[in-house]
Each structure stands twice: as C-alpha cells, then as structure tokens.
C-alpha cells in the first residue's frame, strides 16, 4: 500500500517507520533537515529497552511536493496546521484515498471533510509515545491501543485499517462510538499535555505530586461537564481512572506539547483546552481551570522570544 504521512515529527516517524516494514511510505514535512536525514539515514526509534531499530526504506520529501496519489494518508501534523497542510498537499487525494487524522485536539476531521468523501475519512487516538531526538531518530516511551472509528454508523474501511495497522506492530481496535474516542483523547491530552508543558517534568510527575493531580483532577471534571452538555456522558471517576492509568504506562515518557515549549515553538493548546473553553461558553458550562491553563500556555509561548535570545 502507497502510504503517506504528513508531518515527521515524532508520532509521525514512529507510524511511518513500523508501517514502512510492510509498505510504501513517504514521510512530508516542511522541516528541510528532517527530511534530508531521513533520505540519508533512515528512522531510527529507540524502544523503551534502550534497544535500536533501524527502518532504511522510508523516503521523505518537502511538504507540497509529492504529487502522486496516495492509499492511505495518515495526518500527524500539529492541529494548528492541519488545514494549511492539507491544502498544500491537496494533489495526494483521489477519489479512493483514505485519510486518517491521529492528532491532538478536536475538529480535524471536519477540516479532512473539505478534501474527501465523509466514508474515507477515519479518526485515532493513539496510546503510543514518542520524542523526536532529532536527525531521523526518535525515543519510543510507551506502547498502548490504537482506536480507530469513524463519523459514520458503518465504514467498511475501519477494519482493513486496523489489519494494516496490527501488522505494522501496533495494537488497533475498531470503535462504534467516535465521540467517545475523541472526547477521551481531550481528556488524556488537557491535563497531561498541558501540564507537562508548564511543569517541565516526565508525564509521572503529574500523579507523583499532589498538588500537580489537584490541579489535573479540577481540568478534567471541568471537561468531563462540558462532555455531558455535548450528550456524551462520562462518569468523573471513569475519566480520572484512565488518565491515571496513562499517566502509569507512559510514565519517563515527555508529552508533544512539552517538547513545543522546550523548543519554543506553538502549541496545540487551542485545540485541546481551547476547544473545552470553546465547547463551555456554547453551553453556558463554567470552566475556569481550563481557561487558566490556556492563558498560561499562550503568556509562556509570548515568553519564547526571550529564550532565543
């Protein structure tokens, strides 16, 4: 299968280096070194043993300039790229191109909808973790599922993803309840993403300090409310337990937006706390733990221009 992956970053070399073992994949990105060390070297993931794999056959090119039309493109760019990335890339879908969104935040698949057919489009959440180590090589810090699902009652497309995917090494289950899966996914990523950011600290810490699950625990009731008014009924408990346990399996693990603020540039945090803040005031929800952290993430990214100095 032609396969397509738009963004290297680090989520994206890991799926693009285990899918490459069975399949044809190109890796795009704007980012010129990256692509030029992944053309000479490879990817090189670092498993959670210290061991090294080396995946030699992926090839990558500048974004905007692959021109052949693709199977499968999976989206790991940065949500607040998500649609200038597609549009630059517009020539990579056909009419039988399947398009699947594995990124943080919500509304990405409404952005993909522009570009293909409602029934080509496929929704992820990944439980993996990965650091970019810079020149092709990143550090794999935590397994977990890959759910997959669809805007759609059925799609005939899930479950030969889901096999191309296990094959690939990575755990997939289908799910027939997409809001489910995505307001899970903003529940992991507006508490560990963004505190991780603030703290500077391994994904543990935030269950390891007190103070540091207080603050979590009042950001994901917060959301878990402004779930309910949406009509997706989580239980406060269900919700606290799984982030809990995320927290334990990807532990020395470093979130995405961590490394955003470690290397001073733009975060998702529109997209993820953003959108709870966003969802609130349609629903008339009070969320002011959620509002804090977007104000703090945005004064810390208005701080950049300091540390480059």
Not at 102 to 123: F, H, M, P, S
Not at 207 to 225: G, H, L, P, R, S
Not at 260 to 280: H, L, S, W, Y
């Amino acid at each position: 299968m032609k396969i397509i992956v738009i963004g290297a970053g680090a989520m994206g070399c890991l799926y693009g280096a285990y899918l490459s073992r069975h399949n044809d994949v190109t890796m795009l990105d704007v980012y010129e070194p990256q692509v030029e060390s992944i053309n000479q070297n490879g990817i090189t993931v670092v498993e959670t043993d210290g061991s090294e794999q080396h995946f030699p056959h992926v090839r990558a090119m500048m974004s905007g300039t692959c021109k052949e039309v693709a199977d499968l493109v999976i989206v790991f760019v940065k949500s607040t790229y998500t649609e200038s990335s597609l549009e630059e890339n517009k020539e990579l879908f056909g009419k039988r191109t399947l398009v699947m969104t594995l990124q943080n935040g919500a509304g990405n698949d409404r952005k993909i909808a522009k570009y293909v057919k409602t029934e080509n489009i496929i929704i992820g959440t990944s439980k993996h973790n990965s650091v970019n180590l810079g020149g092709g090589k990143i550090r794999h810090g935590g397994n977990g599922v890959t759910t997959i699902g669809s805007n759609l009652d059925e799609n005939t497309h899930l479950q030969a993803v889901a096999d191309l995917l296990n094959e690939a090494g990575f755990a997939s289950v289908v799910s027939d309840d997409i809001q489910r899966i995505i307001w899970s996914k903003l529940f992991v990523n507006l508490s560990i993403n963004t505190f991780t950011a603030i703290s500077q600290t391994p994904i543990a810490y935030m269950i390891e300090n007190q103070y540091a699950w207080d603050f979590a625990e009042k950001m994901i009731c917060e959301a878990v409310d402004v779930a309910e008014a949406d009509g997706t009924h989580f239980s406060y408990m269900e919700v606290l337990d799984m982030v809990h346990r995320v927290c334990e399996d990807v532990g020395k693990g470093y979130s995405s937006m961590y490394q955003d603020v470690k290397r001073c540039i733009p975060t998702e945090i529109d997209a993820i706390n953003g959108a709870i803040v966003e969802q609130a005031r349609r629903y008339n929800v009070s969320v002011p733990y959620n509002t804090l952290i977007v104000d703090l993430i945005h004064a810390i990214e208005g701080a950049y221009k300091y540390r480059k100095g």
